[in-house]
C-alpha cells in the first residue's frame, strides 16, 4: 500500500507560479511512475504529468508543456510539480497518483494510488 499527501495548493493570480508537493508513505515510491492530475469542477479529471521512477521518461499534457515541470526525489519518498505562468484554465483540484507501470501512463485508470487532491485556484 502507498499513501500519498499532497500540499501547496492555494490561490495565485494568474502568471504566478505554484509548487505541488506529494508525500508518500507506506512503502517506497521506486519502481512506481508518479503522476499528476487535476480535475476542474464540473469537468473530468485530466491527465497533467508523470514521471517514470527512473526519471527516464516524462509525460505532459499539451496544456501544461513548457509551464510546468514534474520532478521525484525517491530517497525521500517525495514528488514535486512546479507550475509557472499559471492560467485561470489551471484551476482545479490537483490529484497525485502512483502507478506500478516501470513506462507509465497518461490514462488515470492505470494508476493504483491516488491523494486526496489539493486545491488550486488561479485569479485572473
Known amino acids: 500500500q502507498v499513501q500519498l499527501v499532497e500540499s501547496g495548493g492555494g490561490l495565485v493570480q494568474a502568471g504566478g507560479s505554484l509548487k505541488l508537493s506529494c508525500a508518500a508513505s507506506?512503502?517506497?515510491?521506486?519502481?512506481?511512475?508518479m503522476g499528476w492530475f487535476r480535475q476542474a469542477p464540473g469537468k473530468e479529471r485530466e491527465f497533467v504529468a508523470a514521471?517514470?521512477?527512473?526519471?527516464?521518461?516524462?509525460y505532459y499534457a499539451d496544456s501544461v508543456k513548457g509551464r510546468f515541470t514534474i520532478s521525484r526525489d525517491n530517497a525521500k519518498n517525495l514528488v514535486y510539480l512546479q507550475m509557472n505562468s499559471l492560467k485561470p484554465e489551471d484551476t482545479g483540484v490537483y490529484y497525485c497518483?502512483?502507478?506500478?507501470?516501470?513506462?507509465?501512463?497518461?490514462?488515470?485508470?492505470?494508476?493504483?494510488?491516488w491523494g486526496q487532491g489539493t486545491q488550486v485556484t488561479v485569479s485572473s
Open positions: 497518483a502512483a502507478d506500478a507501470h516501470p513506462y507509465g501512463s497518461t490514462r488515470g485508470e492505470e494508476y493504483d494510488y
Open positions: 507506506g512503502r517506497t515510491i521506486s519502481g512506481y511512475t
Open positions: 514521471k517514470t521512477w527512473t526519471g527516464g521518461i516524462t
